[in-house]
């Protein structure tokens, strides 16, 4: 078996790919809109080591296996959703015989991007070297990718045709007109990004908000960016743990994103602690990606684990509906935006595809193809829907009185 032929076989296809190798071998469709090379037994040695998807992912990461054309179409095009999750003992058996050939059998190290948090899961010190290796990697870069709104989670596309920035304000007036937002309220939003929902609320909503994030960067370009929008009076964001903060009596909470973070275990726990936040009556928006139900593990592993979200977990939307109702809350609203997730993926994929040169060399390669990657599955994700994402609306009971409308007015 040639290698242009053991990688189409270990990678599996449902649609035209070329496959070529560094041997001069080549298989599959000649001129199919994307070419899976292989560019060096260094990436027989990861499949070896890791068998599946982690193994491609890193093959592809090193740059030692190479996708040309759109990752996504690249994706869509193999025989499973994403990469595979298992090798055939035949095709093994060819990579074994491969690597013994060339002398080389584990690969000498994992590329450098690979997550490595310490200590206990969702500790304090845990989670900020997870929120660290995520988001603290270049606010330019991010720039570049999530363009003027720097709004890191799903879109809200009020028409088909909407652009990126048009979705996202649509998304953060959304989640202010469920919070009933008006003048002299105070808003807190805990996993606050660059600072998006906190700023609209000020500038549209007189709103005096307060975002914490684990991320420094993100709390230092959000707070450059209040100071120069004239939103000092009304909005600030901290560089926080959204467990410290010291103030309570909000009239909102918005957790836009922050959920997939906190892990099933401290879910109960989370819910109290923005339930102590608010006022009777204020209300809670959790926004966050879960999986379609409550069936499988909640824990994040391989590839996405190791070089995205490390200790992410996904949850059924069942699952975090009664985790809000039964941690002081009632729950007044709830709606799937997933193919808005999918639209909002699609408009970061172009974004860095326009600015890919840039980012390499603002990330490095590495990390750039990491991104690549991730984001294009992601969206395949969420297209078939292997995973979602939800708006929860709850309300803190003031008494038995919810002060809800009887009939949605957002």
């Known amino acids: 078996m040639r290698l242009a032929e053991i990688i189409e076989s270990a990678v ?12 001069g071998s080549q298989t599959g ?9 292989l560019r060096s037994p260094i990436a027989l040695s ?11 992912a890193r093959a592809y990461v090193s740059g030692a296996l190479d996708i040309h054309g759109d990752m996504y179409t690249a994706l869509s095009s193999m025989a499973t959703s994403t990469v595979v999750d298992h090798v055939s003992p035949r095709v093994f058996a060819q990579v074994a015989l491969r690597l013994g050939a060339a002398r080389l059998w584990w690969p000498v190290s994992r590329p450098a991007g690979e997550a490595r948090v310490h200590g206990r899961r969702h500790s304090r010190r845990r989670d900020q070297e997870a929120i660290t290796h995520h988001y603290d990697v270049s606010n330019r870069f991010y720039e570049w990718v999530l363009g003027p709104s720097m709004a890191y989670t799903c879109a809200v596309y009020p028409t088909a045709d909407a652009s990126l920035e048009e979705a996202q304000w649509t998304k953060h007036d959304l989640v202010a007109r469920k919070l009933g937002l008006r003048e002299g309220m105070r808003l807190l939003d805990v996993g606050c990004g660059w600072g998006g929902m906190v700023m609209h609320a000020a500038r549209h909503y007189g709103v005096r908000a307060l975002g914490v994030t684990l991320s420094r960067k993100q709390a230092e370009w959000a707070q450059k960016k209040i100071a120069e929008s004239g939103l000092s009076d009304l909005a600030e964001v901290r560089h926080l743990d959204y467990r410290d903060v010291a103030e309570s009596g909000f009239d909102a909470v918005s957790s836009i994103g922050l959920t997939e973070h906190i892990g099933a275990a401290a879910l109960p726990s989370y819910v109290r602690s923005l339930h102590d936040k608010l006022r009777p009556g204020g209300r809670l928006l959790n926004h966050c ?4 139900d409550n069936t499988g593990p909640s824990r994040i592993k391989g590839f996405f684990n190791r070089y ?22 009632e729950v007044r609203h709830e709606e799937n935006l ?16 326009e600015h890919w040169d840039d980012a390499v060399e603002e990330v490095g390669e590495e990390r750039a ?27 803190r009971l003031d008494g038995t009185t919810s002060h809800m409308p009887l009939r949605p007015d957002w």
């Not at 990606?289 to 379609?292: C, K, L, N, V």
């Not at 979200?309 to 809350?329: K, M, Q, R, T, V």
């Not at 991730?374 to 994700?381: D, P």
Request: aromatic share 10%; proline share 6%; with cysteine.
């Open 308 to 329: 995205v979200f490390p200790d992410g977990e996904l949850l059924g939307p069942g699952h975090i509906l009664s985790a809000i109702h039964d941690n002081g809350f």
């Open 46 to 56: 990861y499949l070896a080591s890791a068998p599946g998807e982690l193994g491609l």
């Open 369 to 395: 193809r990491v991104w690549r990657l991730y984001m294009a599955g992601s969206r395949l994700g969420f297209e078939i829907n292997n995973i979602q994402l939800h708006q929860v609306l709850a309300v």
């Open 12 to 23: 599996g296809r449902s649609a035209p790919l070329e496959f070529t190798a560094y041997d």
């Open 289 to 292: 990606i879960t999986r379609p």
């Open 29 to 37: 469709d000649r001129g199919a809109p994307v070419r899976i090379d």
């Open 338 to 353: 997933r193919e808005h997730y999918a639209k909002t993926l699609t408009a970061w994929c172009a974004n860095l595809d």
